[in-house]
Nanobody
Framework: QVQLVESGGGSVQAGGSLRLSCVVS????????????MGWFRQAPGKEREAVAT???????RYADSVKGRFTISQDNAKNTLYLQMNNLKPDDTSVYYC??????????????????????WGQGTQVTVSS
């Protein structure tokens, strides 16, 4: 059973920083699997869930244009943990943030079309609120 548990959300003023963490069950980070794709998504009220950043088993990362230069995705395999460092936060970043995982390679050829259906496993979400 794959489990993802996020933490680190909260409220912050514009320009501030937060770091989200996602503890991943060892099942995914086991060396048995040659490829996986881990990601962070977010969903604001009344909007579709959108991809924020992804990282794969080779450490290759991709970001949505809206967060490039401000957010950094990383992973610590020894701790089975995925991170999202968010700096210079803006009110538009206010959303519920979800950790996601799939045991397939990240679909870079259509990354801009990435949707929730591309990931099989999800965390419960953590709220991030940025005030102006």
């Amino acid at each position: 059973q794959v489990q993802l548990v996020e933490s680190g959300g909260g409220s912050v003023q514009a320009g501030g920083s937060l770091r989200l963490s996602c503890v991943v069950s060892r099942y995914i980070y086991s060396s048995v699997y040659s490829s996986y794709c881990m990601g962070w998504f977010r969903q604001a009220p009344g909007k579709e869930r959108e991809a924020v950043a992804t990282i794969d088993n080779g450490g290759v990362s991709r970001y949505a244009d809206s967060v490039k230069g401000r957010f950094t995705i990383s992973q610590d395999n020894a701790k089975n943990t995925l991170y999202l460092q968010m700096n210079n936060l803006k009110p538009d970043d206010t959303s519920v943030y979800y950790c996601a995982a799939d045991l397939r390679a990240c679909p870079y050829w259509r990354w801009l079309l990435l949707t929730a259906r591309d990931f099989a496993y999800w965390g419960q979400g953590t709220q991030v609120t940025v005030s102006s």
